[in-house]
Nanobody, 126 residues
């Protein structure tokens, strides 16, 4: 079981960009599905982007076209490039991983993942 650690959060103005990183403590290549979730104050944790071991990706409607998920298995890392950030993107962002097979429709569901990082905070101000 890998451990995950996010980094790269911070404060940015509307329309700005940030790149989040997630470092895994172990080998993720060919085995783990990986995802990014976020949780705003008072709201449920929502899946926003996921990537399979072979690199297929899916996004939540709120971020589609603005965010890009990618993975670097050689360095056991996951990334989230976030562009055109809006105040509604303000949240704690979490990296998640799981090595069990799952359905495509479950890639953005919290119950799919049993390994989580501690989160990194993103604040977008106008």
């Amino acid at each position: 079981q890998v451990q995950l650690m996010e980094s790269g959060g911070g404060s940015v103005q509307v329309g700005g960009s940030l790149t989040l990183s997630c470092a895994a403590s172990g080998y993720i290549s060919g085995t783990y599905i990986m995802a990014w979730f976020r949780q705003a104050a008072g709201k449920e944790r929502e899946g926003i982007a996921a990537i399979t071991p072979v690199g297929d990706t899916t996004y939540g409607d709120a971020v589609k076209g603005r965010f890009t998920i990618s993975r670097d298995d050689a360095n056991n890392s996951l990334y989230l490039q976030m562009n055109n950030l809006q105040p509604g993107d303000t949240a704690m962002y979490y990296c998640a991983a799981d090595r069990r097979p799952t359905y495509w429709s479950r890639l953005l569901q919290r119950r799919t993942y049993n390994t989580w990082g501690r989160g990194t905070r993103v604040t977008v101000s106008s």
